[in-house]
């Protein structure tokens, strides 16, 4: 008997072929799902960017040179790094120099944050160990009011905000202003720099947690003063509860609260429910992690760095894999710097569901929004 000469006896078919690539190539699957969230390539660049400006705001910002002369020995490299990084997630411009321009602006708007958390959380302590996280609710009452300017707007809220929450955690005093501002100056470079390299190979998503609110109904206030109020109420529950309860980290409260709150109490809902699945998946996974971080903290970073990218490429579109990212990017990077503590470390998820649910109560009782249909 001669052997066949129909290709199809010889050859399986296109569905058996497809359906061992996964046995074939393990990592074929997350190749799959990388094309089909990113299919150009281009939230990855911007992934990589992220990274990029993070570590070159880090390095240039622990320059003996950088730091000699300071009054305080504050960390200026993790300041610059963060600045940095928040400001290029908040950056959506097509152009170089658009892209830099605001790029510039939100750097130097994270470091106006942090100023004011400086020269107004001393006089705060009057009112107790909570009183300065009250300067956090006008950073969140910011986030949504300022997104009536735009996208730029929208981020130049949140870099006050973030500004404002690096400096409550590194406890900055007056005589760091110094450092806040060499620190905003190296992240305008370091966040500047990656954006000039990747050029237009980015093509910017709109990051739904900065776009501005639905359109205004007359007799009403306007929907970014609306979101802003929302937020700040949540946010001024929650340190009313620290000052009662002395929540563990009462500011990742706050966090979730002001950035689950959208244009609409149904968005809303829908982002405290991605961000809550998120955060219980993400820290987990860190606490997994905890005993690389403390023998191979290379690896860790490295992770940290992946995860980061997913959560670039993830945030526009899959908030909750965005939320899991970035919370898992959290525990193990705490851990590397030293802090194994599992009852702190999981109240990163709990602390979460707190602020979660009151931005949705305020969304849905003080002047809930609603979306207009076209």
């Known amino acids: 008997m001669e052997p066949s000469t129909d290709p199809a006896d010889r050859e399986p078919s296109a569905d058996t072929a497809r359906r061992e690539i996964p046995a074939r190539h393990p990592f074929a699957a997350l190749g799959n799902w990388l094309a089909r969230v990113d299919p150009g390539t281009h939230r990855r660049i911007k992934g ?3 990274v990029t400006a993070y570590g070159l705001a880090s ?11 300071l009054p305080r020995d504050a960390s200026v490299g993790l300041l610059a790094a963060n600045f940095a990084l928040w400001a290029s997630v908040s950056e959506a411009r097509t152009t170089r120099p658009e892209s830099s321009r ?39 009452f910011l986030v949504g009011y300022l997104k009536r300017f735009g996208v730029t707007g929208g981020g130049l809220g949140s870099q006050i905000y973030i500004g404002q929450l690096l400096a ?13 501002a060499i620190a905003g100056l190296i992240a305008m470079l370091a966040s500047i720099v990656p954006r000039l390299l990747s050029g237009p190979a980015e093509r910017p998503a709109v990051v739904a947690a900065l776009s501005p609110g639905p359109e205004p109904v007359a007799g009403r206030p306007s929907p970014e003063f609306v979101m802003g109020l929302q937020a700040a109420s949540g946010a001024l529950v929650i340190v009313a509860l620290n000052a009662w309860l002395n929540l563990a980290e009462s500011v990742w409260a706050i966090t979730a609260c002001t950035y689950v709150v959208a244009g609409s109490a149904t968005g809303t809902v829908q982002r405290v429910r991605r961000r809550i699945i998120g955060t219980l998946v993400g820290v987990p996974l860190g606490l997994i992690c905890l005993p690389i971080a403390e023998h191979a903290p290379l690896l860790i970073w490295l992770a940290a760095a992946l995860a980061m990218i997913v959560y670039s490429m993830a945030l526009p579109e899959r908030y909750d894999i965005a ?6 990017t959290l525990i193990v990077t705490l851990a590397v710097n030293g802090i ?13 569901l707190i602020g979660g649910v009151l931005g949705l109560l305020a969304a849905m009782v003080i002047f809930p929004l609603r979306l207009r249909e076209k």
């Open 48 to 50: 990589l960017r992220l």
């Open 59 to 69: 390095a240039l910002g622990t320059l003996q040179d950088v730091t000699h002369g």
């Open 102 to 140: 605001d790029l510039a602006l939100l750097c130097a708007a994270a470091a106006l944050g942090a100023a004011l958390y400086v020269c107004l959380a001393q006089p705060l302590l009057f009112f107790g160990h909570a009183g300065p996280e009250l300067v956090l609710v006008t950073g969140a």
């Open 168 to 180: 409550y955690g590194a406890k900055l005093v007056p005589a760091d202003l110094p450092g806040i």
């Open 323 to 328: 939320c899991g990212a970035f919370a898992f």
């Open 340 to 352: 194994h503590s599992i009852p702190f470390l999981t109240a990163r998820a709990w602390e979460t």
